[in-house]
């Protein structure tokens, strides 16, 4: 039951019960008590509108101005992946290969093209230590998450730049705010519940990948659903939902949700994220998804040690410990 009509991104909703589809509100609409009754605690997403005034436009020119000859990670997904059945994949995330490159050569490879042509993605690189970090918007944001309650960060503000990059389907641990400041996102996302429907990959993979492949990654891709070899997955299409996050805006994804997000066409996109304390705890507690996250990881232990052994020994070995830092 639809308790208002979303689009007028104004009201929040007098009573909480299931909603068909995801909210949209105006921060100005919305106190704390109504975030948390109405959504932290339940698990429930919602778009946030209304966060902070971009008084500049968090374009390239912009961000190279700001980043300039700061190294940041990349991710070199390539294109073909995506043409490839994700059950022969042996890496995901920020388990694939990686280099640490100046801001202003990621311009230059997005300028040209050929971030977009080989899929290549500045993901999840901390903004702290960089002049974003003291910007207006990221101010007032802070503050105005802070107003709804949101308090307790788990992680850094992450910056997210690229173009056309796909970040397949996946959930987190922790509670996440995906903010959008630069092109528009498209989101599609699952409830928890939809687990078994969306394939991950099992936890004991990590026995023999380490944290390279990933058991909170799903192994279908929800726009090409492959009903044949996944007949599960037509019931988790009933519980998908999609919006787009546009610049201004930012999507609350409660621990466990399962979210595929997309950058719209082929310029930059950029967004941050941070990551919260699930609150209230005992949500934690019960989230199934969170356990197959931990048992993964214990599985994981020995393959990653090898690999700082290895790591130790290798003559380029700052290159490969920033590479296992990142992907812990
Ligand atoms: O923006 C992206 O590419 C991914 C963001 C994400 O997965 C998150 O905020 O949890």
Redesign the pocket.
């Known amino acids: 039951m639809t308790l208002y009509d979303p689009s007028l991104s104004a009201q929040p909703p007098e009573a909480c019960s299931a909603q068909p589809t995801i909210d949209r509100i105006s921060c100005s609409n919305l106190t704390a008590n109504q975030f948390a009754n109405c959504y932290r605690k339940l698990g429930v997403p919602v778009i946030l509108t209304d966060l902070f005034n971009l008084n500049a436009d968090w374009d390239l020119d912009y961000l190279t101005q700001q980043l300039g000859d700061r190294e940041f990670l990349l991710r070199y997904y390539g294109r073909a992946r995506y043409e490839q059945d994700k059950r022969d994949w042996t890496s995901i995330g920020s388990g694939v290969q990686t280099q640490s490159q100046p801001f202003r050569t990621y311009a230059e490879l997005i300028r040209s093209g050929e971030a977009y042509q080989q899929d290549i993605?500045l993901?999840?690189c901390s903004l702290q230590a960089t002049p974003l970090a003291e910007s207006e918007p990221i101010a007032d944001l802070t503050a105005q998450l802070a107003e709804l309650g949101l308090q307790q960060p788990a992680s850094s503000l992450?910056l997210?730049i690229?173009s056309g990059?796909?970040?397949c389907l996946?959930y987190?641990v922790m509670d996440?705010?995906?903010i959008q400041l630069h092109g528009s996102?498209q989101v599609t996302l699952f409830p928890p519940s939809q687990t078994a429907n969306l394939y991950p990959y099992p936890f004991y993979a990590h026995l023999r990948h380490g944290l390279k492949l990933r058991s909170w990654f799903s192994r279908v891709y929800p726009n090409r659903p492959d009903l044949q070899a996944f007949p599960k997955l037509r019931a988790a299409l009933k519980h998908r939902h999609d919006v787009t996050l546009n610049p201004g805006e930012a999507?609350y994804?409660p621990a466990g949700w399962w979210?595929e997000?997309?950058?719209i066409g082929e310029d930059m996109v950029c967004?941050v994220?941070r990551?919260w304390r699930v609150y209230p705890t005992w949500r934690a507690w019960f989230l199934g998804n969170r356990w197959r996250v931990y048992l993964g990881t214990v599985c994981a232990i020995p393959k990653t040690l090898l690999q700082l052994g290895l790591a130790l020994l290798s003559r380029n070995r700052q290159q490969k410990l920033k590479e296992i830092r990142q992907m812990l």
Do not use: R
Request: charged share 15%; net charge neutral.
């Open positions: 993605y993901g999840k992450n997210w690229g990059h796909t970040e996946h987190d996440g705010t995906l996102k999507l994804i979210h997000v997309t950058a967004s994220n990551f």
